[in-house]
């Protein structure tokens, strides 16, 4: 089975903190994907990953930074947490040589912002 | 931009009955993939079922099918048999071509709550 791993379900962080969000997988994916869930808006994508320190930007990635130094690991960062970015965050992944489609998702990380 | 728009915030069903989840979007692209996703209550979001818009044979996967209606940009999701299991949010997804980019835009998601 796939696994998409997110290092914290559940974070509480101070206005101006430095967050990290850290997602693995498992799988050898190739693509990896930072999306944000908030009520009434569904899934925005934040930021995506094709391969290792290659970054783009998705459509809300202002406040928001990325890194991918290693295949499976997919970092979001918060420079200075606002209380705006409460919210769900989601990280997902998906194979480059498999041409279905479908992303392959991590329980989420809740994060509140004081 | 391509949109997708989930117009059923919230819904709900008795056990062993059929639901229907709408979905519509809008796209200029000829060529894309458009996919429900299951999200139950505290755990991960994963795959229903994917249709290829090239494909005029609607996707099923047991108890859930869909009506693709490309002229329409409509895709509808038909849960059969309803299981308390079903409880869950569902998201609507498109994807444009090629489909190892694996972006996608999702709608906002509809509610279900399957009654016992």
């Known amino acids: 089975d796939v696994k998409v791993t997110q290092s914290s379900r559940y974070l509480v962080k101070r206005t101006g903190e430095k967050v990290f969000l850290e997602c693995v997988q498992d799988?050898?994916?190739?693509?990896m994907f930072w999306y944000r869930q908030d009520p009434g808006l569904g899934l925005r994508l934040i930021y995506f990953s094709y391969d290792v320190k290659m970054k783009e930007k998705g459509d809300i990635p202002e406040g928001y930074s990325v890194s991918r130094e290693k295949k499976e690991r997919f970092s979001l960062i918060l420079e200075s947490a606002s209380t705006n970015q409460t919210s769900m965050y989601l990280c997902?992944?998906?194979?480059?040589?498999?041409?279905?489609?479908?992303?392959?998702f991590g329980e989420g990380s809740r994060l509140t912002v004081l | 931009a391509q949109t997708v728009t989930q117009s059923q915030p919230e819904m709900s069903v008795q056990e062993a009955e059929t639901v229907t989840l709408s979905c519509t979007y809008d796209?200029?692209?000829?060529?894309?993939?458009l996919f429900w996703y299951k999200q139950p209550p505290s755990r991960q979001m994963i795959l229903v079922i994917r249709?290829?818009?090239?494909?005029?044979q609607n996707a099923t996967e047991n108890r859930f099918s869909v009506n693709f209606q490309k002229a329409a940009k409509s895709f509808s999701l038909k849960i059969s048999d309803s299981q308390l299991g079903d409880t869950a949010m569902y998201f609507c997804?498109?994807?444009?071509?090629?489909?190892?980019?694996?972006?996608?835009?999702f709608g906002d998601g509809t509610t279900l709550t399957v009654k016992p």
């Open positions: 799988m050898d994916h190739e693509n």
């Open positions: 249709q290829e818009a090239y494909k005029q």
């Open positions: 796209t200029s692209e000829n060529n894309y993939y």
């Open positions: 997804a498109f994807m444009n071509p090629p489909a190892n980019a694996g972006k996608s835009t």
């Open positions: 997902a992944s998906s194979h480059r040589k498999v041409t279905t489609g479908e992303l392959f």
